[in-house]
Every structure is written in C-alpha cells, then in structure tokens.
C-alpha cells in the first residue's frame, strides 16, 4: 500500500531520509517503511526503515501572523506532513547492501511482516531467536539469540520505573519465551546438547512470582492474541520451584516454615547452616557494604574470624544460631584478633550483632532431630527446577545483599568446577542500583561484576535490572548485549549509558505505557519499540482459582493451619 | 518537441541575444487604468454626499479573490533588425474565502513577438513551453503590455468562471473589458493614483472611517466602453503621519448589474474586507494589500519555473543553434 514519496527537499542519505506522507495516508513513529530504487550499478535496491519522527507542518509559512490567517481562511500554506526514516537496511537484488541514498519522488509503502523481518534483520538470525514482543504493526519482534547466550554476547540490562507490567514482568516474560522454545533452540545450537536451561529469580516486590505455575484465569482475549501472533503457547510455566526465606521469631525446635502470605503450598524454605557460611567463606555477605567501606581493617577480621571457625567447625565445634557464633567469638575474641586494633575487633562485634538482627532467622541449626531426610537441606538446588523463585522481599537490605550473595557464590563456584557453560543459567535481579552501585566496592558489587564479564563464559547469564542505569555501575550495564527501556523520566534518559536510545527515543521514554519496551539489540541498528502480553501465569491468588489449578479449600485450610501453627507456638512460648 | 527542434526555432528567430532587468516586474497599474471621461455621482445619492457605514458581515461565503503573478524570464533581441521579443511567465489563481485557500492555479508561458514575425510552434525551455503571442505593436512599450493583456485575459476568464458557479469574484486591479463577461466581479483597485471626484465629494472620500464607503458613482471612460460602477471604501484609518489614502481602496462593478445589487455589494464589500487587510509584516503593500490576495500571490509565485535554470538552458540553446556557423 502506498504511502507517501522520498522527500527531495531534504537530503536523503543512505541512513536516513525524509517521505511525505499522501494526505489519504498517515504514517506514526514505529512504523516500517519500504521504498525502492534503481540505480545503473546495483540495479534496483530496497530500503527498510523505521519512522522515527513524524512532523506536521503549514509549508511556506514564514510567521506566527500568516498561521493565525491561515487559521482564520485568508491565507493559504501547503500542509505537509511528512516523517524522518532511519534506514535499517538497504538490500539489493544481489543480497548486497550497497549505501546508495533513496531518489526522490520514489514510492514508500508500509512493510508487509516479510519485509519487517528483513528490515529488523530478523532473517539473518535464522532459528537462533526467540520473540521479544510484537511490533506496532503487529509482527512480532526477535531477540538475536547468539546475544542472549553468550555465544557473541550476552545479559539484558533493563531500566525503567516500577509499576505494573515493567522490568520483573518482561524478564519473566522473555524467560517464558526462551523456555516455550527450547526444543528449537536445543535444535540450533547443537552445543546445548541435552542439558537443560534454569533461571533463578530474585523476587523483590510482592508476591507477583509466588503463582508462575498457575494459569492466568484473567488473560484477556487481547493479551491470547499477542501471544498467538509471536507463536508462543498461551500456558504457565512447567517447572517451577520456589523458595522463601523461613518465618523470623522462632525458637530453636520450631518448625521452620516459609515466610509467605498467599501461598505455602509447593514453597520451600531455603536458609544457611553456620558450616555452610564458613565454609563457602560467606561471611563477608553479612556486612553491608557500606559497613565494609567505612572500616578498612574489617576486612581483616572477617578473614581472621573464617579461618578461626573453620577450623574450629572441622575440628568438631558446631554452631546452631548466629548468635552462638557470637557469643563464642567474643569469649575469644582476643585471643584471635590479637592483630587486629582494638577499635577494629570492636566494630566488627559490633557489626556481628547488628547483623544478628537481621540475618539470624536465616540461619538453621544444622540437623534437626526430627525432621526426615528429605527436608533437611535448606539450600537451593537450581537444577531441580527450570524456574527457581528466590523471595526476598521481605528481607532487609542487609539480608537480601546476603541471600544474593551468597546464591550467586554458590553458583559460580558450581559453574566453575564443572568447566563448561551448560547447562545455562539466567540470573534475574531487580535493584542492581543496590547490588552494583556506581559508586563503592563490595564483595557483592564484586561478584555481579564479575558475573557480567565473566558470567558468559561460565554459562551464566545475567538478566539485570534498575530503575535508574545511570546508578549503576558502568561495566554492568555495558556488559548487556540487550539493553532494553520501560518508562522512565527523561532526565533520567539523558545519562551516557542510554546511548543506545538515540534522541528522539530519549524524549519519548516518558510516555511509555505499561507493557511497551524499547530494545536495542548488536545487530540491529535501531532501537524498537515493543508491546509484550500480560503474564499467561497468575501474579496473585485469585488469577489462579477460577480455572480449578488449585482447591480454594485446601489453599486456605493451609494456611489456617499455618496460623493455628503460629498461635500454639506463640502461646507455648508465653507460658 | 524535442531540442532540436526548439533549436531550430531560436535560428529561424535568429535570436542572438538575451538580457532582462528584473526590476520591472512588478511595474505599476497606472497604465491599465484609463482616465474618466465622465463621472456621474448622483446614482445612489442624490444632492450631498456623506459617508455610508457598513455592518460587519462573515467573510466565510462564496467569495473568491482572483489574481495573476507575472515574472520576464528573457527579452531576445531578434537577428540584426533590433526588434526584441519577450520570453515571460504568469499564473492567474484563485482564492476561496469559503475554504481557506486557493483553489485554482494556471501558469502559461509566452513568447511575445513583434507583428510580422512568427513562429512555428511553441518554444521549449525545459519543462516550460512558451506560446508564441503577437504583440499589437513592435515597440518594448507595446510587447511589454500585450504580456500584460494576456494574463489579464485569462485572469477575467477565471472570474468569468467563478461568477457563473455562483462566487462573488473580488479580481486584482480594475475590472477588465468586455464588462458583460465578467459576472458578478468587483474590481479591487488598491493604489489610488487619480482622483476621480472633486471638491466636496473628495472630502467626502478623505474623511471616511473604517468601514465606511462614499455613495456609489459611475465612471465612464470612453465611449465605446461601457460604463462601471465604482465606490471609494476606508479600509483602515491614517495615523496623524500618515497620507489621507492609507488604507483606502475603491472598488469597480460591472454595469450590467442592477444598482440595488450594485448597492448591496457595496454595503457587503463594507462589511468584511476591512477584517481581511494584511499587517506592515505581512506585505509591503499593507494595509489595502488583503490577506487572501498576498497568500494567493506567494502561492501563485511558488509555480513559476525556476527562472536561473531556464535562463541557463535558453544560453546553452542559442550557443547551440549557432554552433556550427
């Protein structure tokens, strides 16, 4: 369908030109446009491109005065309406790609979805995609999987404000992709062979996450189509695990339950033994890093107070709380630190006991009498699952740069025993703001950063996300092959490191709605705009019951009995 | 036609030399405008005259304002004789008041050539095809306004149309001859360089306010013509510094129009086109210049052919035609 023409009063190059829209026509920014011309060298060649801008305007006009006449009917001024197209791709007849600019006058009709696949590049990721969303005219969008899984590149790094449908929402939705076409990206890349992808996700608001295996009952016919349309199954995910810290306030022989509200069912707790955290050397993850930063010598006597109880824990010692560690160390204190400054040895009780505080209720005794084999371990096992969900919104600041820390610990030391990259791990984190900020060092800054430069060859890949990029530290974000962009200020947007956006997407991040991303992929010269589907799994209780997943009944006898758990406890405890 | 052929045509011309002077393409309409023989003022008001308020009406209505634009690309100076020829442009438009804008352009191109010398065909410069006019006499004087003649002609032939569909025509500079074919147009002649009426009646004119008209009189100007109506209208008044004929126009009917017509248009010409004058920055002719007729001249002026490449091909062509002498 005809459009408009190449503009020739304005230059066209063979990166960017102008077209006139027909005045039965009307183009908007986002759209793919296709013009042909000839030329006695290339014969003839397409141009692909993308409206960028769209301008309005009374032609031949040179005041304000002679647009109030034009207003009022006595002075006549040609209304053009016309658009400014980055040129994606020029393609000749040939396959080549000759930089010739557009002649003016030529043709511009809207892209068919063919056409759209060449203009985005889409062909030459062959099977190695995965869908990303679908585009304004309703094709859908690919993500070059050769930048996903670290085999040119790797990680997403997405920015944007909370809300609804943001950053959490399209991790989770392009997990979803990756994993609804796994059978035809094992098929592409032979290296895969036949180990499985899993994902952990840091869950840092709400409970959203606590349903991912649980269909939507309230998906709209809308959202069906969007899925439809990118040839994705419109179901929850498969293989889900989830993992909650256990309930605070507890005595030594309670019950360790999951600290969840909506859901307990299929929950598993997951904690540290004090063997564990010394002997993964994870003691650093109980300080903030600010604590770290203000006290040089605390580095010192962490290092001092591993080694003393690792080799008293091999020596037979065990520890069942925090604060029997405590209590120990500071019997002895010093006699270890007996190097360590007086001062020093202070700070770092003191910092212990503040730790206590906030990270005691994740840590269990080691063995407990009664409880079976089977639960016993409250460590995460990601290969059980293809979808682990870690909830830590309900932890402190403290114990949530502990949890990440200490899961991603484990991860690296796992990856790099076993010395191949599969099977592929994707790591989703919100707030990295929090883990990697821009300013300050931190043993978990340290391991997300060395993650993002060494996550790829070591299989795992990092689907970061902030609302501000600019808080974060550079080699982080420009480590992400896949930037991607939700709604956010525009000052915001002025920072360096969104670069990628080019101008005139910089001014329009405000106005992004829920559910539209703008990504930027290598291969593709043009950041897109693209609108993903509301989840087709629940993201809360009541999306999951009207389809008869899960009894009502039995939900809310559990957690009644969970209560009544509660209340005997506590009354045990007050006598 | 091809080149060659326009070659040929330039040798048959024998044309061997082009110059032009751009300053006289706008030159003044003192010409056209024939001196009275006779001035009857007694047709609407008899006795004393006093100036007649009009009410302010929509200018939104079937109106049309009607106009032409001329440029001289070339005079050619033809063989050794030294008569000269004239290579020049116009485009006749109209503007609708109705809506907005204008709806009709036509250019024309034309070759004005002394009497006796003739051509073939049309000449072709480009994309311009120039039609070969005779002119009523060899002089510079008598080629310049037989050009002149012509885009008048058509411009009355575009009013002439606009009238038969029903517009009120408002047409640039005084109304042209044969009157009988040209409807229901009223001449809009904005520089007053005659004074048609004396004495009392010329105070009369002086001392009209925004928006007043003097009674209307007819002007005959010989006696083979007929005669028009005409009426002096204030379109806006003079500052202490300014010349009593700022903002004064007068207006032309036909005569074949009946005078309570004639008398409503009057009224009617009252009641909107002292809304529709331009400001100092809109036209230098501001404030009689109207807003619709300096848009339908910027309009009518985007269509000329670009004038430095016409230039251009018609010195290539004449090196051309004489390449091998």
């Given amino acids: 369908m005809r459009i408009g023409i190449v503009l020739g009063t304005k230059d066209a190059t063979p990166f960017e030109f102008y077209i006139e829209v027909d005045n039965t026509q009307s183009l908007q920014v986002d759209d793919i446009i296709v013009t042909t011309s000839e030329y006695p060298r290339f014969g003839k060649v397409k141009f692909y491109g993308i409206v960028d801008q769209v301008i309005s305007r009374l032609e031949g006009l040179e005041t304000n005065e002679q647009a109030r006449f034009h207003s009022q009917g006595l002075f006549d001024a040609n209304l053009t309406y016309y658009c400014h197209i980055v040129v994606t791709r020029t393609l000749a007849e040939d396959g080549t790609s000759p930089k010739v600019p557009p002649m003016p006058g030529s043709e511009v009709r809207l892209a068919d979805t063919e056409e759209t696949k060449l203009a985005l590049y889409f062909d030459k990721m062959e099977k190695r995609k995965i869908p990303c969303g679908l585009l304004s005219n309703n094709a859908p969008a690919y993500l070059d999987l050769d930048f996903l899984l670290g085999i040119k590149g790797g990680h997403v790094n997405i920015s944007g404000k909370s809300g609804v ?14 994993f609804s076409c796994l059978k035809e990206i094992m098929e592409a890349y032979p290296e895969i062979g036949t180990t499985n992808t899993h994902a952990i996700i840091f869950n840092v608001k709400g409970e959203d996450l606590l349903f991912l295996d649980k269909p939507n009952a309230k998906l709209s016919e809308k959202d069906r189509k969007m899925y439809e349309a990118m040839g994705l199954p419109v179901k929850p995910f498969e293989s889900v695990r989830f993992y909650a810290p256990p309930r605070p306030k507890r005595g030594q022989f309670e019950m360790i339950l999951p600290n969840t509200e909506s859901r307990i069912e299929g929950v598993n707790t997951f904690a540290w033994t004090i063997r564990e955290i010394v002997e993964n050397d994870l003691l650093w993850y109980l300080f903030s890093p600010k604590e770290l930063s203000d006290t040089s010598q605390l580095y010192l006597a962490i290092r001092i107070a591993t080694n003393w109880l690792n080799k008293e824990i091999k020596e037979g010692l065990s520890f069942h709380s925090m604060r029997s560690v405590i209590l120990t160390l500071e019997e002895r204190i010093n006699d270890i630190m007996e190097k360590v400054a007086i001062g020093t040895r202070d700070a770092f009780m003191r910092r212990l006991y503040r730790a206590e505080q906030e990270i005691g209720s994740l840590i269990v005794p080691e063995a407990l009498p009664f409880e079976d084999e089977d639960t016993k371990s409250y460590s995460i096992d990601w290969r059980k699952a293809q979808v682990n969900v870690v909830d830590i919104h309900r932890l402190s600041d403290r114990a949530k740069y502990f949890t990440v820390g200490a899961i991603l610990k484990s991860i690296i030391a796992e990856k790099e025993n076993t010395g191949t990259p599969w099977p592929l791990v994707f790591i989703v984190l919100d707030e990295l703001n929090k883990y990697a900020p821009i300013t300050g060092d931190s043993p978990i800054a340290d391991i997300v950063l060395d993650i993002a430069e060494r996550g790829r060859s070591l299989g795992i890949i990092l689907i970061g996300a902030q609302q501000t990029a600019s808080e974060v530290t550079h080699r982080v974000v420009s480590n992400a092959s896949i930037r991607v962009c939700g709604n956010m200020d525009t000052s915001e947007a002025e920072h360096s490191v969104y670069g990628y956006l080019g101008p005139l997407n910089k001014k329009r991040v405000q106005y992004l709605t829920p559910g539209q991303m703008l990504v930027y992929q290598p291969d593709v010269p043009q950041t897109v705009l693209i609108q993903f589907p509301m989840p087709a799994w629940a993201t809360r209780y009541q999306e999951s019951i009207e389809t008869g997943y899960i009894d009502k009944d039995f939900m809310i006898s559990e957690i009644d009995i969970m209560r009544e758990i509660e209340e005997e406890l506590g009354d045990d405890k007050e006598k | 036609m091809s080149e060659v052929l326009a070659i040929d045509l330039i040798k048959d011309l024998q044309v061997y030399q082009i110059w032009w002077d751009d300053s006289t393409n706008e030159p003044v309409d003192i010409k056209e405008d024939a001196p009275p023989i006779n001035i009857e003022t007694d047709v609407e008001v008899k006795g004393k005259w006093f100036p007649i308020r009009t009410d302010r009406v929509d200018y939104r209505k079937k109106i049309v304002v009607v106009d032409g634009v001329r440029r001289i690309d070339a005079h050619l100076i033809l063989g050794k004789t030294g008569k000269s020829a004239l290579l020049g442009e116009f485009v006749v438009g109209a503007f609708s008041l109705e809506e907005g804008r204008v709806i009709e352009r036509i ?15 049309s000449l072709i410069i480009g994309k311009a095809e120039y039609l070969p006019i005779c002119a009523v006499n060899a002089t510079e004087e008598g080629i310049y306004s037989s050009f002149i003649q012509r885009m008048r002609e058509r411009e009355r032939e575009l009013a002439y149309k606009f009238s038969k569909e029903d517009y009120i025509v408002i047409a640039d500079g005084p109304l042209q001859v044969p009157f009988s074919e040209v409807g229901v147009t ?6 007053i360089r005659r004074s048609y009426l004396y004495g009392d009646y010329w105070n009369v004119v002086l001392g009209l306010k925004r928006g007043e008209r003097t009674p209307i009189f007819i002007i005959r ?21 300014e010349s009593p004929f700022f903002g004064l126009v007068r207006l032309e009917a036909p005569f074949n129009l009946k005078i309570e017509y004639v008398q409503d248009l009057a009224q009617f010409s009252g009641g909107f086109l002292p809304y529709i004058i331009s400001s100092s920055t809109l036209s230098s002719r501001a404030p009689e210049n109207l807003v619709p007729l300096e848009s339908l001249e910027r309009r009518l002026r985007a269509m000329f052919h670009p004038i430095n490449h016409i230039r251009a091909t018609l010195r290539g062509m004449i090196a051309q035609a004489y390449k091998e002498v």
Avoid: Q
């Avoid at chain 1, 449908?165 to 990756?178: C, G, I, P, V």
């Avoid at chain 2, 009223?186 to 520089?191: A, D, E, N, Q």
């Avoid at chain 2, 010989?222 to 379109?235: A, G, I, Q, V």
């Fill in chain 1, 165 to 178: 449908a943001t950053k959490t929402s399209y991790a989770t939705f392009l997990l979803y992709s990756y």
């Fill in chain 2, 221 to 241: 100007t010989s006696e083979d013509l007929p005669p028009k109506y005409s009426w002096y209208l204030r379109l806006k008044e003079p500052k202490y510094f």
């Fill in chain 2, 186 to 191: 009223l001449g809009f002649i904005k520089s």
């Fill in chain 2, 107 to 121: 250019n024309e191109c034309v070759i004005i050539l002394p009497p006796g010398i003739h051509m073939r065909e």
